[in-house]
């Protein structure tokens, strides 16, 4: 599958917001794997309760209300939880003071004690590879529209980002800690030129590079950096969540945009929520010809209407389908300007051979041909 390239003009398109935090049904996906749990149907369940394991994953209700059973949808099995609006909770818990004074045991202790499976893959590699890692990268580069939920997410939190950041980096005695930013991100420059005396040592790098520069190892390699790990504001305000406010995570804030929409959308909403009915809730329209895209149109990987908002879920892109549009290459040899690695795409993509190992599947090559080729074939 591959998705238009006309994306990527860069916002100029008014953001709308919109709030979906009282959603009438979340949904937990369960794959039936040694599959245990702690609740009936019809039994009425607390905020942050355990509702049941699977694969030895723990699920928590991100809802108070009553359990309505199973339900499927195209062959996904969800647990559905009917909310009640009242959002009562498990447990009370309050905010640490101080997290740049808990000891690297302590913080390591709170990640791993919040028990959560849906941490994403950086914040895993974080938990298990924190003794081998020198710098750590804020990363809030735009290089294609969808990237733009980072930059929103930071200005929406930048204080309680940075906090966290800045104590990470100082517990874990991090060497490199860097905030990326696009030269164009004009708010977040401003707020991070201001803050730059409190966290001194932290370094701030502007960068003007257009796509694919977003990709972590081009971050790495352009920072010239080893043992590095790249984060979003996602990823820190998570972890801020988590350790600071001694929470688990149970909303988000995700951006939706699209060639055809009239404004592009920001939306804080629960997680565990169906895509459509975020959808139906702020009036966004598709068609049979529209595929979705999670996070990015470049990797082009489809997420369904019937899929769940989920913690991997930052940004949709709706893009036009363009299986059947495969034309003749052009030479204008885009490809092979843009492919990070400078391995020339065109010969490998018009003689159908394997890409060379140094491919680090950015799917560039693919989403910029003007005559669909991709690499896929
Ligand atoms: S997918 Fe591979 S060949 Fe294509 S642009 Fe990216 S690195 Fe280059
Ligand atoms: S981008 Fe597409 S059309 Fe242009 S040289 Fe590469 S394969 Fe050919």
């Not at 709308?16 to 009438?24: G, T, V």
């Not at 913080?107 to 849906?118: C, F, G, R, T």
């Not at 994403?120 to 735009?142: A, E, G, H, P, T």
């Not at 369904?304 to 989920?310: E, G, L, M, Q, W």
């Amino acid at each position: 599958m591959s998705v238009e390239n006309k994306s990527n003009k860069y916002i100029l398109k008014k953001t709308n917001e919109y709030k979906y935090l009282s959603p009438e049904y979340t949904y937990y996906l369960i794959t039936g794997n040694n599959t245990k749990y702690y609740v009936k149907t019809k039994s009425p369940v607390l905020k942050e309760q355990l509702v049941f394991e699977d694969n030895n994953e723990k699920f928590y209700a991100n809802i108070s209300g009553t359990v309505m059973g199973r339900k499927i949808f195209e062959d996904k099995n969800y647990l559905v939880i009917r909310n009640d609006y009242h959002e009562k909770y498990n447990l009370n818990k309050t905010l640490r003071k101080k997290i740049n004074k808990l000891t690297k045991r302590e913080m390591l202790d709170i990640l791993i004690n919040a028990d959560a499976s849906d941490y994403s893959s950086n914040i895993k590699y974080f938990v298990n590879n924190f003794d081998s890692i020198d710098s750590l990268v804020l990363s809030l580069l735009i290089c294609e529209d969808s990237d733009k939920i980072y930059s929103e997410v930071f200005n929406k939190y930048n204080s309680d980002i940075l906090e966290i950041f800045d104590a990470i980096s100082q517990v874990f005695e991090i060497k490199n800690p860097i905030i990326i930013l696009s030269d164009t991100d004009d708010n977040n420059i401003e707020f991070v030129t201001n803050l730059s005396g409190m966290y001194p040592d932290i370094r701030i790098v502007l960068s003007h590079d257009k796509y694919p520069a977003s990709h972590p190892l081009l971050i790495t390699r352009k920072l010239n950096l080893n043992n590095a790990l790249v984060l979003t504001s996602m990823d820190l305000y998570y972890l801020y969540s988590i350790i600071k406010r001694n929470k688990k995570v149970f909303e988000k804030t995700i951006y939706i945009t699209g060639e055809n929409l009239e404004f592009n959308y920001l939306v804080d909403t629960k997680l565990n929520v169906l895509v459509k009915d975020i959808f139906e809730f702020c009036n966004i329209e598709t068609t049979d010809e529209d595929i979705l895209c999670k996070n990015s149109a470049i990797k082009a990987e489809i997420i369904s209407p019937f899929d769940i908002i989920d913690s991997t879920v930052d940004s949709i892109v709706i893009a036009k389908k363009t299986c059947e549009k495969q034309k003749e290459c052009i030479n204008c040899g885009l490809c092979n300007k843009y492919c990070p690695q400078n391995i020339n795409p065109q010969i490998y993509k018009l003689n159908k051979k394997p890409f060379p190992g140094k491919c680090i599947d950015c799917n560039m090559c693919s989403y910029i041909c003007p005559s669909k080729i991709r690499k896929d074939i």
